[in-house]
């Protein structure tokens, strides 16, 4: 929490002091890792919920998860709003499962799968960034 959270704090304020192309990527890079935060609170809160039911509501994780959704889905209209689509949506659909495979894989101890399995997440990943940069060229997308 404590990195990404620093990472926004530099980067909300970089994008207060620019504007259009720049704004929308440096808010959208905010709001994807964000999101990626938000996986990793699911995770935890969902666990909560199923272990102790409503007696999760005494944990600060569901709260977490509200303020970091919030937040996250703020920037992410700010930077829908700051510039177009081309610049912010790649960003975003990016940056949240990268940072929620590290965040997951870093602080939830999160295997990675190994050998063929590997190759075939890799592929996956390579697919859908492909896909993002496809959608990025989008004559719909640029207007």
């Known amino acids: 929490m404590a ?3 620093a990472c926004v704090t530099v980067l909300v304020p970089a994008g207060l002091r620019t504007s259009g192309r720049v704004r929308a990527g440096v808010y959208a890079a905010a709001a994807g890792l ?3 935060l938000l996986d990793a609170l699911t995770k935890s809160a969902a666990g909560l919920f199923r272990d102790r039911g409503l007696a999760a509501l005494v944990h600060w994780e569901p709260y977490a998860l509200l ?5 996250g889905l703020l920037l992410a209209q700010s930077s829908f709003q700051a510039g177009s689509l081309a610049v912010s949506l790649p960003l ?3 940056l949240e499962p990268i940072g929620a495979v590290l965040i997951g894989a870093a602080v939830l101890h999160e295997r990675l799968a190994t050998s063929r399995y590997l190759a075939v ?3 996956g990943a390579a697919l859908a960034v492909t896909g993002i940069v496809i ?9």
């Open 34 to 36: 964000l999101f990626a």
């Open 3 to 5: 990195v990404v959270a």
């Open 67 to 71: 303020l970091v959704g919030g937040a």
């Open 92 to 94: 975003i659909d990016t």
């Open 121 to 123: 997440q890799i592929l």
């Open 135 to 143: 959608l990025d060229r989008s004559p719909l997308v640029r207007t």
